[in-house]
């Protein structure tokens, strides 16, 4: 009996070093001393629901036993049992305000956990009033505190959020989360769970409504492994994912890539390094043009446990991840990272930056500096104590999905949905949707797609129509001019112009284009040749739509072309003449300054002639004033 009573006292003593301190205990009771000293031995196995009802057993013996308190307290904290373990921590304070400093950072972070701001802060400005503090937690107190002034008025502030269940449709009685969709909201792409096992499904909309969910692809989808937190390129060709233990890959979750193919996808295949390493990589999304991919990593190099980074694609693969920065990585977690495809609005979710506790989503967006500006708290109620992750936009930006496993579902987590607040989306988008095919069979086509911002002169798209259906889609934001150039080898390539500068609502584009065969007496109209009014000189903006000119004449060189320009039918026949065969000779001009021999050459002004529309609008009159050029020799 000695000795079992001498390992107690020995257990109790080892408790008391732990705690920093060399004291008496608050009790003398034996029966509770035993308790606690049981209590700690169960804690050194792990067992700790047997510690709590030792722990629990002791205060019962005597209620004023401060060091049972502490301990208990501890351990419900550690269990995530925040509301005891609060009511443990706010005894110890009452029987004896100056046991422990700690005591105060504790209380502080649990209540700031439930919610309980104002009590959270004045514990944790309490705390910074002890002396001797280390760095590391005077750091992690001030953290909190920010937390907690943020969270006060985020409260007295709240924001519009409705969230909406997407229904049977898409959620069962299993997990479903992480949706993302495609830029025309045809195709919801997530994540389900069933048996521990995380696979793909999707739903396709007909009619406004979302059709069942099915299984997405067994290419894709594995018994084996879990396939998950995804990224789906706006046209639905490409699907970015995070695969783990793989036997191909790199680390614990390296990130895969598979093209869809018909009805069904590719095998996928891993990025490899340098995006891939041993560490653990996941949750990527990719830009609209699918040069830039964002992902989330612990790889080295970064400023917390988890940062997001981004990596570029050339003509030589994947570039050297780069880390965000500080604009938007903390010294703490950074996740779920979701980039709009305006390419300048970012979302994600951090436990770094202030927020309401847990994990907080943020929007942040890209300066005139080409810099992430600070990040901004999406606010509560989309925020909550506990953690927000996986938020995705439509490309329209007026709605979000994210799922959630507290609004009373269908089961588990399901997704929702919800308007998102003006001030919070991102910048207005439309999208080109179209198909190409034979102008004489009106077959399918695959051919090269390319989009370029016309005043930078750099492509912001480029990829092919498919195969099957010669179907294509590309996003395209508002505020800049583009042109589109569609082009397959051995037929007259298709030229198109959308300028969205002043751009207010978000109307899609939906073409046909029958590409025509190289044959005598078909024409082209070069919609992105630009001249001011009344004037010859080509304007820069041009300079993209001639290079494609110049381009075709070297793919075919025993093509001979005339030269055409045209003009609206204001002002008199003559001067209208004059200025369209002006225009014209200015291509001309071009072409041969720049290597096409002018004997393959011809140039023409047409005047008001041969109209395309009917000259009663100021919109048909701007069809009618342009430049073409036709086939007249192969």
């Keep these: 009996m000695r000795k079992t009573w001498f390992l107690y006292i020995l257990l109790l003593a080892l408790y008391a070093n732990a705690f920093g301190q060399q004291r008496q205990y608050s009790t003398t009771d034996r029966e509770a001393i035993k308790q606690f000293a049981l209590a700690n031995q169960s804690l050194d196995e792990h067992l700790y629901d047997g510690a709590i009802s030792q722990l629990e057993q002791a205060i019962k013996a005597d209620p004023k036993f401060v060091e ?3 301990q208990l307290a501890d351990v419900l904290r550690m269990r995530r049992v925040y509301k005891p373990a609060i009511m443990h921590f706010l005894k110890v304070i009452e029987l004896d305000p100056e046991y422990n400093r700690a005591v105060y950072l504790k209380i502080g972070d649990c209540e700031l956990t439930a919610a309980m701001y104002e009590p959270a802060l004045h514990h ?9 503090i280390t760095p590391q937690n005077i750091a992690y107190a001030q953290k909190l505190i920010a937390d907690c002034k943020f969270s006060i008025q985020a409260l007295k502030q709240p924001v519009s959020f409705v969230p909406v269940n997407m229904g049977p449709e898409i959620n069962t009685a299993a997990d479903e989360y992480l949706p993302v969709a495609t830029a025309d909201e045809s195709t919801l792409i997530f994540t389900r769970k069933i048996d521990n096992n995380e696979d793909f499904y999707k739903s396709v909309k007909l009619n406004n409504n979302w059709q069942k969910a099915g299984y997405l692809s067994n290419i894709i989808n594995t018994s084996a492994y879990n396939e998950g937190a995804q990224s789906i390129s706006q046209d639905g060709k490409y699907l970015f994912f995070t695969g783990c233990n793989r036997p191909d890959g790199l680390g614990r979750c390296d990130i895969y890539i598979a093209q869809k193919k018909g009805n069904d996808w590719a095998k996928p295949f891993s990025l490899s ?4 390493t041993s560490g653990w990589e996941a949750q990527p999304s990719i830009s609209a043009d699918g040069r830039t991919l964002y992902f989330v990593s612990n790889r080295k190099g970064g400023y917390g446990g988890y940062d997001i980074w981004k990596s570029t694609l050339s003509d030589k693969g994947w570039s050297e991840p780069e880390n965000m920065g500080p604009q938007i990585n903390t010294a703490y977690d950074e996740q779920s990272p979701f980039i709009h495809p305006d390419d300048s609005t970012f979302y994600f979710s951090s436990n770094g930056w202030p927020g309401m506790g847990g994990k907080d989503l943020f929007v942040s967006r890209l300066g005139k500096d080409g810099k992430w500006q600070k990040p901004e708290n999406l606010g509560y109620p989309i925020n909550s104590s506990g953690d927000e992750n996986g938020l995705t936009l439509t490309a329209n930006g007026s709605f979000a999905f994210f799922s959630s496993n507290n609004l009373k579902g269908f089961g588990g987590y399901d997704i929702y949905t919800f308007e ?4 919070l989306r991102p910048n207005i988008v439309t999208y080109v949707k179209g198909t190409v095919a034979d102008k004489k069979t009106k077959q399918p086509l695959e051919a090269a797609v390319e989009i370029i911002d016309l005043q930078k002169n750099i492509p912001v798209y480029q990829d092919y129509s498919s195969t099957d259906l010669g179907e294509f889609l590309a996003t395209l934001s508002a505020g ?3 042109g589109l150039n569609i082009s397959r080898e051995g037929y007259l390539f298709y030229s198109d112009n959308f300028s969205l500068i002043g751009l207010k609502d978000k109307k899609a584009f939906d073409l046909s284009v029958l590409l025509a065969p190289i044959e005598v007496g078909n024409k082209v109209i070069l919609r992105n040749i630009f001249f001011d009014t009344n004037k010859f000189e080509l ?5 993209a739509e001639l290079q494609k000119l110049i381009e075709f004449l070297q793919l075919n ?4 072309i005339e030269i055409s320009g045209y003009t609206d039918d204001v002002g008199n026949t003559e001067t209208n003449i004059a200025l369209s065969e002006k225009r014209a000779n200015s291509v001309y001009q071009y072409l041969s300054a720049n290597g096409i021999l002018a004997t393959r050459l011809v140039y023409k ?3 008001e002639a041969q109209p395309i529309a009917p000259n009663t609008s100021d919109e048909n009159r701007a069809l009618n004033r342009r430049t073409e050029f036709m086939i007249i020799a192969k």
Aim: proline share 14%.
């Design 68 to 70: 049972a308190h502490a």
């Design 124 to 132: 944790l400005e309490k705390y910074l009033t002890y002396p001797n």
């Design 273 to 276: 390094a340098p995006v891939n």
């Design 420 to 423: 998102l607040p003006p001030n």
């Design 480 to 482: 800049k001019n583009y």
């Design 539 to 543: 304007r820069a903006e041009s300079k």
């Design 557 to 560: 060189p025993t093509v001979k």
């Design 605 to 607: 002004g047409y005047g």
